[in-house]
């Protein structure tokens, strides 16, 4: 028997198709180099784009998934509402979800947060410093105590989420900002991490630290048997 | 300069004019009970329903209102989604919501949510005793260590919610079951409060420990002045 | 290699030797019957008790010890402060610890909470119900919505603690009275459970429910390798 | 009436009467630069020293104090246990607590967190940024989104603290350390305000901003009258 999670990677695979300079950093897109680390270490990976039928996110393929990883950034609004509802749904019986960088205003990430997931952003190639703040914490399993990633672009505070059920990392940027750039929720029975990194202009998910954080979090957003449970009308009484 | 806080109850009002027995009890609806006991305790109160244009929650109603009380029921699939959208905006600049009894099911709790809100019931007029679990909370100022309801709607656990930032009482009901009763969230700038009580067939919003707790909402969940901050690009660096 | 958890079942073990009715309930001690089903679930269990020399909590065998369950009652005030001070030293730097029933005034988890640890009382042996709040929680795993303990000590609301980090479960007993009887915390990088039963006059630690919760509780605690991280002056400076 | 709160500044003063440079910043020392400032906001100010009987912290001193703020570096150890017992007893029943820089080390503080409260540091007079991750928080009322200090002592990540109830500031330094500078906590009925500047080298306390948060921070945390509670054995049962 197989107990390897199986991931899903989704990326709206835009800037990819149309950015020469994109192109040359992840020529076959952001979701194959993050499926190919996850592949090698050992998952069971598909991918899944906006372009595909149901962007790729069927009925079959969702119930085969236990952990999605969801990249997007201009074309958020092309995601259909209906397939977010089944994703929704889907992570409230279970399903970890990985939100990756401008992902925080996809469709799925604003409708579990309930909040703007506003922010403050600057995109000149700023050096980052990652620092964890919870070291034991398995999503921060064999790093350092901070990585650098040489150029990106900043995300700032204010963000506006709710509070974290567990704060990962901070980010510092060379321009004097922060950021909480590591944050855990739970919604129903999913485990969601918001990780913050990287733009689709910076090589970032080449980067060893970053991609070896993207599987502690699929390890750590595996759905796990819990305690059956029954909601609605209950008849029975002591 | 007065600086009581401007409240605006909103009921659908259905079941009021429709169930003899509901009339009896709530003979204006229960946005009026309410509303009548907060006018009492020195706040500036306006009602809304279901029925009104916008359902009564106009731009120029939300903008002078500092806390909206929620009931519904019935009709949660009437709310109009474009309402729904300005009064979620609206929380997130600040405006505190109390959200009551099976509000847990309203549009606008599950939207600022992110989970499905479930839970278990049975409606067979079972005695309550609401707990205190922190005692030093605005919320629960004045009341004793526990207090009871003679009947009630049962709601048990499990409650598909986010953890809530403070748990302020949990229930016990004669069957046996318990409910995380009163919990305090925050989306935005915006305060939440859930408060269980009451069905519409009891005379719950009668009894002076739930007006007084809904009085101490309000209060706790008036916007205040913070910090200013701005979201969106950046051009300043150090 | 054998992966299995390194557990250290402690007891300060006097009722056991003193008073017939808890002699017949527990021959051998209440470790001795939490440790035997530990030890059938492939875990590898030592027990320690307060009258051995160090309280049988020697550097050796806090050193090989990953996860230390601790039941005291009537002798808290017995226990060395140098050994409760290596014993939360060896939390910090990641054992886990459970704390069961009238622990919850043993000096370790008063020193943990920073709080009283204080709660309301009632020992007649009424029924307690315990309901899962998290469902998905590994510590309820196998589990069904609720378990009734047939008899035991009432403990209720208010329970004078910081916040857990995660509620697990919440109890009802007989009377009406509701507690917060399954409560996760991190102090360092050790995980900390408390668990509501079972008093030394009850036959609860021989109820698979109760020893399912323990082993469970046990797994979720045991020490993992997260980030290395370094207190104190850097030096360093970008 | 006056309902300003009594607030007692307690300083270990030590540095401001042995190094010249510290006394030149603060002649009377830290406590008269922050109890100036409290008293011209209109709160009822007293302050107390390492020195003083009992460090000027009796009971009828305790008993009239709605609010304690702490200043301790170089002398901890010296601060007695039986006077931090009786500060940790009063916090526990409602007196607030505002805990200053590296009064993180302090007893009354680790006693309340039950960690080692350790943390990395470097004292080179680097530039602090203070940013406001939740502006809706009244310890950050009439802030900007973030401000400077020109010249600090750098506290960095990670802090070994239990995750706060609410995290209000984040800072970022010169050299690209990142640190959870405003972390509220609540302990019994006490709420518990650790605010990381200033080291005693600076002149941080005559800068508006930091006062005007310490301001805050005692309203903040001003007792407030909840729920009557009753802990200990309950004879009544329903």
């Known amino acids: 028997m197989n107990n390897a999670p199986r991931v899903t990677v989704w990326n709206e695979y835009q800037h990819e198709k149309t950015d020469p300079h994109v192109t040359k950093i992840y020529p076959n897109g952001i979701h194959s180099a993050i499926a190919q680390y996850l592949t090698r270490m050992g998952m069971i990976v598909q991918t899944a784009t906006l372009e595909e039928p149901e962007h790729g996110l069927s009925d079959a393929v969702l119930s085969v998934t236990d952990v999605l990883v969801w990249w997007g950034h201009i074309a958020h609004e092309q995601v259909q509402e209906e397939v ?30 309930g909040t703007s997931c506003n922010l403050k952003w600057r995109n000149i190639g700023e050096q980052e410093r990652i620092w964890v703040v919870d070291p034991s914490h398995p999503i921060a399993a064999g790093l350092e105590e901070s990585f650098e990633i040489a150029a990106e672009e900043m995300y ?53 630290e970053v991609l070896r954080v993207i599987a502690n979090a699929v ?17 029975e009484s002591d």
């Not at 963000?159 to 750039?181: A, H, K």
């Not at 957003?221 to 609605?232: C, D, E, M, N, S």
């Open 84 to 113: 977010v509802g089944k994703v929704q749904q889907r992570i409230w019986s279970g399903m970890g979800l990985i939100v990756l960088h401008s992902g925080h205003f996809s469709k799925i990430f604003k409708r579990l947060m």
């Open 156 to 208: 700032g505070e204010p963000f506006e989420i709710p509070t974290p059920d567990t704060l990962v990392f901070i980010s510092s940027f060379q321009g004097g900002e922060v950021f909480r750039s590591g944050c855990c929720f739970q919604r129903g029975r999913g485990k969601i991490f918001y990780f913050r990194p990287g733009d689709q202009a910076y090589p970032t998910y080449h980067q060893p």
């Open 219 to 235: 390890n750590w957003a595996i759905p796990i048997t819990g305690a059956k449970v029954q909601f609605g009308e209950s008849t």
